[in-house]
């Protein structure tokens, strides 16, 4: 019988030296790895939602320490990472981005991305990807010459989304649907819902009363 798990990780763990895959029977799994607000709490990291769905990885938001409780659940944020897909383009939502783009790309059991990382979030998205690869040209291009890594792993395929279905194969749908972060002026957020075989679970993002959130939770089964 399929399942559908969900995982909070807290901050006390194990420094893990090697990898061994994370042992799951479930093919829909949802990990919470942060919770927190800007405030830089040990106790809260940042965040960002991890979802295991038939055999796919889709990372919700990369807030601070993401890298961290990814590895934390020994799960690959280079080679094994296949979306990082943003809510918005808060700062305490996209912090760990570089940490996941340029670690994920360096040769430990954590990294040997050789393709270009996969993004896409709310309008603004792209533009954030190519600001950091520029950001972050001295440090590619020494890795590249000194360690000969995989040019193409320090590169982001990124896009802007609208609302509507983002993402569609092998039986997983995400669908991006706008919601009220509040205060009139942050716009757009982005919640979004992910359906596989008869399953769904909703990712609201930040927000505040809002209706649309509700009628993609409604159709919930499980």
Known sequence: MSKLLLTILTAGSILLATYAPAQTQADFEIVLLGTGTPPPLMNRFGPATLVHVNGKTFLFDAGRGATQRMWQKRVRFGQGLDYLILTHLHSDHVLGIPDIFLTGWLGGPFGRRKEPMKLMGPPGTAALAKNL???????????????????????????DIQPGVA????????????????????????????????????????????????????????
């Open 133 to 159: 690869v520029a950001a972050y040209d001295w440090d590619i291009q020494t890795r590249i010459a000194d360690q000969k890594l995989a040019p193409a792993g320090a590169t982001i395929a990124a896009r």
């Open 167 to 222: 993402y569609e194969a092998g039986g997983v749908k995400i669908t991006a649907f706008k919601v009220d972060h509040g205060g009139g002026i942050i716009d757009p957020v982005y919640g979004y819902r992910i359906d596989y075989d008869g399953r769904a679970a909703v990712i609201s993002g930040d927000r505040v009363y809002n209706e649309t959130l509700i009628e993609q939770a409604k159709a919930w089964t499980c």
